[in-house]
Nanobody, 124 residues
Framework: QVQLVESGGGLVQAGGSLRLSCAAS????????MAWFRQAPGKEREFVAA????????NYADSVKGRFTISRGNARNTVYLQMNSLKPEDTAVYYC?????????????????WGQGTQVTVSS
């Protein structure tokens, strides 16, 4: 059974940092592109960052560029999101996603597997 499990969310003050982790199991995700999305209450799910299967191509939403960093573990079945200089508007449930076909994407409809999400709350 394919599973993506996120961890690392929590409550942090504005300006602080958090590191999210996503562990994939059930099959090898080393050839899949992976991404982070987020969804705030009453809002649509939005793209945060994506990384290609090799880790050589990174994409970020403009709202997080320079503050967030996406990376993959050595076995490429784990993906991380380092979040620095957090703002209250970063508050959301953060989801990890994996895409089977080659090429990363900022469209959530292109992703095949999803985690259950982890809550990030940034207080002002």
């Amino acid at each position: 059974q394919v599973q993506l499990v996120e961890s690392g969310g929590g409550l942090v003050q504005a300006g602080g940092s958090l590191r999210l982790s996503c562990a994939a199991s059930g099959r090898s995700f080393s050839s899949y592109s992976m991404a982070w999305f987020r969804q705030a209450p009453g809002k649509e799910r939005e793209f945060v960052a994506a990384i290609s299967w090799s880790g050589g191509t990174l994409n970020y939403a403009d709202s997080v560029k320079g503050r967030f960093t996406i990376s993959r573990g050595n076995a490429r079945n784990t993906v991380y999101l380092q979040m620095n200089s957090l703002k209250p508007e970063d508050t959301a449930v953060y989801y990890c996603a994996a895409k089977v076909q080659l090429g990363s994407s900022s469209l959530h409809t292109r992703y095949d597997y999803w985690g259950q999400g982890t809550q990030v709350t940034v207080s002002s």
